[in-house]
C-alpha cells in the first residue's frame, strides 16, 4: 500500500493543485486581447539578450551524477521585465550523442506545483536512446517551487489533509465547512505569501520556459509536457510559436479559457467513471488474492457502501491526516488509486481492512515544509489564472447535481477550492487555444483516465486544430507515454520526438 497510501498524505500538495473553477465569462474579444497582450510581452522577452548560466553538479544523491543544474534570473512580473527578479532552478543532461544533437528537450511537469528538476535524472532515462542522442534533456522547478524561488502559505497542518484540500463535501452535502476552509486558507495566502504569490500563473510560467530557452541559446525548443504541464505546454505553444520545435503534450487537460483548472476539476467525475469498471473487473477476478466480490457489478455499490458507513463511523488511522480513515479520504484514495492500475492492489487492500475494521499504520508523511510549498504554488497557479465564482449557494447547486449523477466522487470536482475567496484578481483573462502557429504538436492520451479524461484532451485538439494530430490508446491510468500507455502509443511519440515523423491524421492505437 506504500505508493496509495503516501499520495493520500502527498496529494495535499499535487493533486490540490492538479486539477481544479464559476467560469469568468471573458468574451471571446477580451481574451483575444489579452492573448495579443501575452503575445507582445512575449515577443519583447525572447529579444532579452541570453543570460549566461552556471552549470555545477546538482545537490542531493537522487540525481545522475551526469545532471547539472543552474539557476537564471527572470522578472518577478513581466509587466515590469526590469523590477524585481526571481530565480528558476533548471538542470540539464547533455545528449549522449553530440554529434546526433539537434537541441533541448524540456521535460514540464505537472501539478500545477509538480517539480520537475530531476526529470532529466529519472522519466528522461526512459527515453529511447534516439531521443537521448538527439536532445539535451532538460529539465525545471516551476516559479515559486523548490529550488526556485519559494513561496509558501503557511496552511494549518489540519488544512494540508487532502480531503479538505481536495473540496469534498460533508457526508450530508453541505459545502459549509468548504467555504470556511477556503477563506481560511486563502487568507493564509494573503498573510503569508509575499508579492511573487501575486504572479505564479500559467502564462507566467510560459514566459519563463522562454528565458530558459534564450538562456541555453536555442533558437526553437522541444518539449514533453505531462498532465497540467500540457496546458502550460499549449500556452507556451500560442504565445511563442515560431519558438517551438517538437511538442508532445500527454494526458491533456481541456483549455477552456472560462474555466481553467475548475474545469480541470469537474472533469475527475466523468473520469472516475471511466476509470472505475476497470478496477471493478480487476477486483473481480477468480484468483485475485485482493479479491472484493464475486463479480465486476458487485464493486461498485461495495465500494459506496463503505464510503457512506465511513461516513457515519471512521476508523482510526494511525499516522494519517485527518489521524482517520472517513468516507471522504476512501474517496480520495480511490481517486488516488485510479491513476495507475499498479495501485488497485493497494486500494483493496484498504477496502478489505477497512471492512475488518484494522488498518495498518500510515508511512511516514513527506516534509511538511516542501508540502506547504507545493500546495502554495499549485493554489496560487490555479486561482490566479482564472477568477473563480464566490456563491456558496452556486457550489451548492454544482455539488448536488454532481453527486446525483456521479456518486463516486460525491459531489467534489464541483465544490470550492480556496480560490473561492481568493483575495486577489487574475491579473488578466487567460490564453485562449488557437490554431494559429506551426503543425508541430502531437498529443498521446489513455481513454479511460480519471484525472486528465479523454473528452477534455479532444477539447484541447479540436482548439490546435490543424497544429496537432492526436493519438488516443487504448489504455488505463494516468501519464500515457512510458508509462500507462500501450506499446503503440510508445513507439508513436518516440518516433516522432527523435525524427519529426508524426501520424498524418488522429489516431487509435488498440
Known amino acids: 500500500m506504500t505508493k496509495t497510501k503516501r499520495t493520500v498524505t502527498l496529494l495535499a500538495a499535487s493533486a490540490a493543485a492538479l486539477t481544479l473553477t464559476t467560469p ?47 539557476t537564471l534570473d527572470v522578472p518577478m512580473d513581466y509587466a515590469h521585465p526590469d523590477g524585481e527578479k526571481i530565480e528558476i532552478a533548471i538542470s540539464r543532461i547533455r545528449s549522449e550523442k553530440p554529434s546526433a544533437r539537434r537541441g533541448a528537450l524540456l521535460l514540464i511537469p505537472g501539478g500545477p506545483g509538480g517539480s520537475g528538476i530531476d526529470a532529466p535524472s529519472r522519466k528522461g532515462q526512459k527515453l529511447p536512446q534516439s531521443v537521448r542522442d538527439s536532445h539535451d534533456l532538460i529539465g525545471l522547478d516551476p516559479r515559486g517551487l523548490g529550488r526556485s524561488t519559494p513561496v509558501t502559505c503557511g496552511f494549518e497542518h489540519a488544512d494540508l489533509a487532502t480531503s479538505r484540500l481536495r473540496p469534498w463535501p460533508a457526508p450530508d452535502g453541505s459545502v459549509t465547512e468548504n467555504m470556511a476552509i477556503a477563506k481560511r486558507t486563502a487568507d ?62 500527454d494526458s491533456n487537460d481541456d483549455p477552456d479559457p472560462a474555466r481553467v483548472g475548475r474545469g480541470w476539476l469537474a472533469a475527475h467525475e466523468r473520469g472516475v467513471e471511466d476509470t472505475f469498471p476497470e478496477f471493478a473487473a480487476w477486483a473481480a477476478t477468480p484468483g485475485n488474492k485482493y479479491r472484493l466480490a464475486r463479480t465486476a457489478a458487485e464493486v461498485r455499490p461495495l465500494f459506496l457502501r463503505l464510503a457512506a458507513r465511513l461516513d457515519r463511523a471512521p476508523i482510526p488511522w494511525e499516522g494519517a491526516n485527518p489521524a482517520e480513515l472517513n468516507g471522504n479520504v476512501l474517496r480520495q484514495t480511490m481517486l488516488n488509486a485510479m491513476d495507475d492500475p499498479d495501485d488497485f492492489p493497494a486500494l483493496a487492500q484498504l477496502i478489505l481492512g477497512a471492512q475488518e475494521g484494522s488498518l495498518p499504520s500510515a508511512p511516514p508523511a513527506p516534509p511538511e515544509e516542501a508540502v506547504q510549498n507545493t500546495v502554495a504554488v499549485g493554489s496560487a497557479t490555479l486561482c490566479n489564472d482564472v477568477a473563480w465564482p464566490r456563491s456558496a449557494a452556486g457550489y451548492q447547486k454544482g455539488a448536488a447535481a454532481s453527486r446525483a449523477a456521479f456518486p463516486l466522487t460525491a459531489g467534489m470536482p464541483r465544490n470550492a477550492m480556496l480560490c473561492a475567496a481568493w483575495p486577489f484578481e487574475p491579473k488578466g483573462a487567460p490564453v485562449r487555444i488557437s490554431d494559429r502557429g506551426p503543425s508541430n504538436i502531437l498529443l498521446v492520451q489513455n481513454e479511460r483516465d480519471p484525472n486528465t479524461p479523454l473528452a477534455g484532451a479532444r477539447k484541447l485538439r479540436e482548439a490546435l486544430g490543424r497544429r496537432a494530430t492526436m493519438v488516443t490508446v487504448d489504455a488505463t491510468g494516468h501519464d500515457s507515454y512510458l508509462a500507462n500507455g500501450n506499446a503503440c502509443g510508445d513507439r508513436t511519440v518516440s518516433r516522432f520526438l527523435a525524427t519529426g515523423e508524426r501520424p498524418d491524421h488522429d489516431t487509435y492505437c488498440s
Request: proline share 4%.
Open 24 to 70: 469568468l465569462a471573458a468574451s471571446a474579444s477580451s481574451t483575444t486581447a489579452t492573448s495579443a497582450t501575452s503575445a507582445t510581452t512575449a515577443t519583447t522577452a525572447t529579444r532579452m539578450p541570453a543570460a549566461a548560466l552556471d552549470w555545477t553538479p546538482c545537490a542531493g544523491h537522487g540525481p545522475d551524477s551526469r545532471q547539472e543544474c543552474a
Open 188 to 249: 493564509a495566502c494573503a498573510r503569508n505569501g509575499g508579492e511573487l504569490l501575486r504572479h505564479i500563473s500559467t502564462a507566467d510560467n510560459a514566459r519563463d520556459i522562454d528565458r530558459i530557452r534564450a538562456a541555453l541559446g536555442e533558437e526553437k525548443l522541444s518539449a514533453w509536457a505531462v498532465s497540467y504541464g500540457t496546458y502550460v505546454g499549449a500556452v507556451y505553444s500560442q504565445l511563442f510559436p515560431r519558438r517551438t520545435d517538437r511538442i508532445v503534450l
